[in-house]
């Protein structure tokens, strides 16, 4: 999704439906819902696990290097989770939180949806 960034408009797809189209500063400023954390530090895959434990946490993902932590608004701040990695013997380079990329925006709306789809197809077992 890195080349969609130069785009002057996009559209995202999501089982072959068009779920959204706009410019890449609109979809990732005005669509995304939650916050998102980048944090840097030694043994991220191992760190995921600690910061999934954490209340208000959505979704932990490798991005690169670090991780990208989905949270619900400001009950997570990059305080808390540096604090909490500290603890755990975790060295953390950085904390912050961020501009969603538009992977982020994808995957937080195709999640959006699939929340909606699910209850509609248990009810049509």
């Given at each position: 999704?890195?080349?969609?960034?130069?785009?002057?408009?996009i559209?995202?797809?999501?089982?072959?439906?068009?779920?959204?189209?706009?410019?890449?500063?609109?979809?990732?400023?005005?669509?995304?819902?939650?916050?998102?954390?980048?944090?840097?530090?030694?043994?991220?895959?191992?760190?995921?696990?600690?910061?999934?434990?954490?209340?208000?946490?959505?979704?932990?993902a490798?991005?690169?290097?670090?991780?990208?932590?989905?949270?619900?608004?400001?009950?997570?701040?990059?305080?808390?989770?540096r604090?909490?990695?500290?603890?755990?013997?975790?060295?953390?380079?950085?904390?912050?939180?961020?501009?969603?990329?538009?992977?982020?925006?994808?995957?937080?709306?195709?999640?959006?949806?699939?929340?909606v789809?699910?209850?509609?197809?248990?009810?049509?077992?």
């Open positions: 999704m890195d080349e969609a960034e130069y785009c002057d408009r559209g995202l797809i999501h089982r072959g439906e068009l779920i959204v189209t706009g410019t890449p500063q609109r979809l990732k400023t005005e669509l995304m819902q939650e916050d998102i954390l980048e944090v840097l530090c030694e043994r991220p895959q191992d760190a995921m696990e600690e910061i999934e434990r954490i209340p208000g946490i959505n979704e932990v490798l991005f690169g290097k670090g991780l990208h932590i989905v949270v619900e608004g400001a009950k997570v701040t990059p305080d808390a989770i604090s909490h990695l500290d603890e755990r013997g975790y060295q953390v380079v950085r904390a912050e939180q961020i501009v969603p990329s538009l992977e982020d925006v994808f995957v937080s709306l195709i999640e959006a949806r699939d929340r789809a699910q209850p509609q197809q248990e009810v049509r077992r």
